[in-house]
């Protein structure tokens, strides 16, 4: 057995898919597949089953995998001390949804780095499915999620199958956020079979623990438009709600100084399936650094100040 057999058991995993985790791995397929073959055969036990939700653990494979991951990350931190042995970096690692909010808490931690020393950071905005990958994978040790509440109990279980602590942020209903020039954008409540009738921009990349474990264009609300945009990053989203005034998006509360930027409104919208809750997810054994404690800080203070705007 060697840490190569464990980072490919690992991709498989997180794929669900031999197929998907060999391109991942730029490997071919047969090659992976006695790959893991071999792994199987020298643990004496099958790690992985094929289901109708694609290549799933066994019951031992979940065991092993949370092994390999813990064992792995181990080897991380090992070979990170000969990193930072002879400079004293500043490190921070999170992967977080596309909340404007908790950007806005990144770019405060950030903006307070000592820049007379070393700094690695990495943050990535992404799907929750995505960041709970990140987690488990590596580099990342911290990360926070977002999901409809009528999904918590897929993604709760999915943490608690992975090893991995959560605590609320915070429970929001999501709002309609158009341009100031929208046609609504002066009413106060939203209608939304009048809202429908414009164009929705949406993330394309929405994933479900269970039911969606990879990445599928299929948007968060469960009642559609029959006109959609699917974007990948926050920023292209806010381009495209201030050019096109007939656009609008489903969107957690966003920073009074974001909306002026891009002139743009936030509305109330009465609809099934708009409540939604953030939640910071990290290892179970992991220990917090001081950058860590500092985000998770900024992260409340974020959250504690959009509670007291007048459109939440």
Not at 224 to 248: G, H, M, N, W
Not at 288 to 309: G, I, Q, S, Y
Request: hydrophobic share 35%.
């Amino acid at each position: 057995m060697n840490t190569l057999h464990l980072k490919y058991a690992i991709e498989v995993e997180r794929t669900n898919s031999i197929s998907q985790a060999a391109e991942n791995l730029f490997m071919g397929q047969p090659s992976l597949s006695k790959a893991i073959k071999e792994l199987e055969d020298s643990l004496g036990f099958t790690i992985f089953e094929r289901t109708s939700k694609g290549v799933t653990p066994t019951g031992k494979g979940i065991k092993f995998l949370s092994y390999a991951r813990n064992v792995l990350h181990q080897i991380e931190q090992m070979e990170a001390l000969s990193d930072s042995a002879d400079v004293d970096i500043q490190t921070f690692n999170i992967a977080i949804p596309r909340g404007s909010y908790i950007a806005d808490a990144v770019t405060s931690l950030l903006s307070e780095l000592d820049q007379s020393k070393g700094v690695n950071v990495n943050v990535q905005e992404t799907n929750s499915v995505q960041v709970i990958s990140n987690i488990m994978d590596g580099p990342f040790n911290l990360g926070v999620i977002r999901f409809q509440t009528e999904y918590e109990n897929y993604f709760k279980d999915y943490l608690t199958e992975k090893q991995l602590k959560f605590e609320t942020v915070w429970e929001f209903e999501y709002l309609a956020l158009m341009s100031e020039k929208h046609p609504l954008a002066e009413v106060e409540k939203v209608d939304y079979q009048e809202l429908k009738q414009y164009t929705e921009i949406t993330h394309g990349d929405t994933a479900i623990p269970y039911i969606m474990p990879n990445n599928s264009i299929i948007a968060d609300m469960p009642s559609k438009t029959t006109k959609c945009i699917y974007v990948y990053e926050r920023s292209s989203q806010y381009d495209l709600l201030s050019a096109i005034p007939t656009t609008f998006m489903w969107a957690s509360p966003i920073p009074e100084k974001w909306l002026k930027r891009y002139q743009l409104v936030q509305r109330k919208c009465k609809t099934l399936g708009n409540t939604y809750k953030d939640i910071l997810i990290y290892p179970k054994n992991y220990k917090f650094t001081e950058l860590d404690r500092k985000f998770v800080n900024k992260l409340f203070e974020a959250k504690n100040e959009l509670t007291f705007c007048e459109y939440i």
